[in-house]
């Protein structure tokens, strides 16, 4: 649905850019062409009621329908196609449960906490089929060696994800970033 999205999206730009564009060159003749195609279009919408009220009373209908069909199911797929909230857990012995991704996320900050040096720990914990995908944004002492708390985090964290937790981890990003500086730190 994303993609779906996303072209629809560039595509209406694209025709807005273009309708601007051209408003922009020629605004009289724009101005003029549009009332010109308006006229004609009511012209066209008067004799087709006037040749047959029924058949123009039918399409009025399914063209309201269709329209109708067509942009509930986009609603509705765009509501019901969003992010599941869980991820699903297959135990050694079969059983299954659903570990909601809100969850995960307070049990990452809470343990990523303990490490020292780290300040806070904001996670951002997404379910990707079987897997989940973890964006950690971090705040540590402005006096720490950054790939080192890098390498530690990381290893915290696929840890508890996968022995603990008993989950896959997709993809793992850390953004990592300094409290300002405290004058305590500066001894």
Do not use: C
Request: without cysteine; negative net charge.
């Amino acid at each position: 649905m994303n993609t779906f999205n996303r072209i629809v999206a560039i595509l209406l730009w694209i025709v807005l850019v273009a309708a601007v564009g051209v408003v922009a060159v020629a605004p009289t003749g724009t101005i003029v062409f549009l009332q010109n195609s308006l006229t004609q279009g009511a012209n066209w919408v008067v004799a087709q009621r006037a040749a047959n009220a029924g058949n123009f009373l039918i399409g009025q209908v399914a063209v309201g329908v269709i329209a109708l069909l067509l942009f509930g199911l986009l609603i509705g797929l765009e509501i019901w196609s969003g992010q599941r909230r869980g991820v699903r857990i297959r135990t050694a012995q079969g059983g299954q449960a659903e570990l909601d991704t809100s969850s995960i996320g307070r049990r990452l900050s809470w343990q990523l906490d303990q490490l020292a040096e780290v300040i806070s720990v904001v996670p951002i914990v997404k379910s990707k089929g079987g897997s989940v995908d973890i964006k950690l944004e971090i705040e540590a002492a402005p006096d720490i060696d950054v790939p080192m708390k890098t390498d530690e985090v990381v290893e915290v964290t696929r840890d508890l994800i996968e022995q603990d937790m008993g989950l896959k981890l997709g993809r793992l990003d850390v953004h990592m970033r300094y409290a300002p500086m405290d004058p305590e730190w500066a001894r």
